[in-house]
């Protein structure tokens, strides 16, 4: 480095000085060696993906599940509806996991869970069975979705620099990777208890060995441990109602968006289903280049742009007389939205002194946002109209510009 290279200053999300030391850890050490944090952001970017592939794994043999287990449409709904149940009942138990065996431990067990999980509901043979291991399935999902979490902002902490967004968005390669995969077997006739056995597999030998390498932090004293099951610090409730606006909005978007253009724009079925497609890929390459936009120009002016760009793709998707004024509303919803859930749980991670506590309450509530948005658009679609529906979701969209200032970081 030159005399007139300068490194670059803390984003204005991020704080320079080092707080003090809590249940996340110590605050910066400065004779870390460079080289152990690139490997510990590669190793927590690999443990995002992983756990994203499981999840697009699963998504696409549902068709052969359903099949099996041998249940109606609605009888599936009623299914699909548990593992957000579990995840929300277990993910207050993280930060007590993390606390008690440390963070590194908690998520190489919790993660190799997750990733065996993909076993269960292809074995179910009935709807009572297929609901019991779903819960499971959500339960060890949401479980190590806080650590990594918690994990992931720890480890941007430590950089002094955003990372958070383009985190999750390896998590959206992940499912993308994941549902490629699932494709391909659906596609060859694969046996879907095979299919996911071997992904399984492989999953958790790429995710045993990805959490050596992620941070060690350092557990709290025992006069500060965690209960094992703690409701959520207030702050976090707040910041947690910003990221169930963004949360409400990709929910109703990614199992909505397809129906909206086949019904109420009467396309075709492959451009309708291409929508879907897009918003998926338009929601991770924002999240791949969120962080660079969140480093420049910080998490408040960030989050106060996405929501404005959301609110115009939700008036765009409402008013659209034809397919492509709806086709970009979606894709504005979703480039707007992308990097919100991921700066919550930073800010959460910051509000207080237990951040996987405050981290499991943002989860769970945006957890919730998803299990009640595909639902709620539903019911309000046959009272009313899809249009309807999708002005619900550009009015919560409104919430994202009045609640940014929620994710400003302390000074």
């Not at 992931?152 to 967004?165: D, H, K, P, Q, Y």
């Not at 879907?192 to 990805?210: K, M, Y």
């Not at 919730?368 to 979701?393: E, K, R, W």
Request: glycine share 10%.
């Amino acid at each position: 480095m030159t005399a007139t290279d300068k490194p670059p200053s803390a984003p204005p999300h991020i704080s320079r000085t080092p707080p003090p030391a809590t249940a996340s850890g110590p605050g910066p050490d400065p004779a870390a060696p460079e080289s152990r944090l690139r490997r510990a952001r590669f190793a927590i970017a690999l443990v995002f993906c992983l756990h994203g592939s499981v999840t697009g794994s699963f998504a696409t043999r549902v068709p052969w599940i359903q099949e099996h287990a041998g249940v109606s449409a609605g009888q599936l709904g009623l299914a699909l509806a548990f593992p957000a149940v579990g995840g929300s009942v277990a993910m207050p138990m993280a930060g007590a996991l993390s606390h008690r065996f440390g963070a590194r431990p908690a998520l190489r067990v919790l993660l190799a869970l997750w990733t065996l999980a993909l076993t269960l509901p292809a074995l179910a043979p009935n709807l009572l069975t297929l609901c019991l291991v779903l819960f499971l399935f959500g339960a060890t999902a949401g479980m190590s979705d806080v650590v990594m979490n918690a994990l992931g902002v720890e480890t941007e902490r430590r950089l002094g620099r955003s990372i958070m967004s383009g985190l999750h968005g390896m998590w959206s390669i992940g499912a993308l990777i994941g549902s490629a995969a699932g494709t391909v077997a659906a596609h060859l006739g694969a046996d879907a208890r095979l299919h996911h056995l071997l992904a399984a597999g492989v999953l958790t030998a790429l995710g045993v060995p990805a959490t050596r390498s992620v941070l060690a932090v350092p557990r709290a004293p025992a006069a500060e441990a965690p209960p094992r099951f703690a409701l959520p610090p207030r702050p976090a409730v707040l910041i947690g109602a910003v990221a169930f606006c963004a949360v409400f909005a990709e929910g109703a978007s990614l199992d909505w968006s397809a129906v909206y253009l086949r019904d109420v724009l009467d396309t075709s079925p492959g451009l309708a289903a291409a929508t879907t497609t897009a918003f998926t890929l338009t929601m991770a390459l924002a999240r791949l280049a969120g962080d660079a936009v969140v480093n420049r120009f910080g998490a408040v002016r960030t989050v106060r742009a996405g929501g404005a760009l959301a609110v115009l793709g939700g008036v765009l998707v409402v008013t659209a007389p034809s397919p492509a004024p709806a086709l970009a509303g979606f894709g504005l919803i979703g480039l707007g939205i992308a990097v919100v859930v991921p700066l919550a749980f930073a800010a959460a991670a910051r509000s207080g002194t237990a951040p996987a506590q405050a981290i499991a309450g943002v989860a769970t509530i945006t957890y919730t946002a998803g299990l009640i948005a595909p639902s709620l658009v539903g019911g309000i679609a046959d009272l009313t109209s899809l249009v309807a529906s999708f002005g619900l979701v550009t009015a919560l969209a409104c919430g994202l510009t009045l609640g940014a200032r929620l994710l400003r970081a302390p000074q």
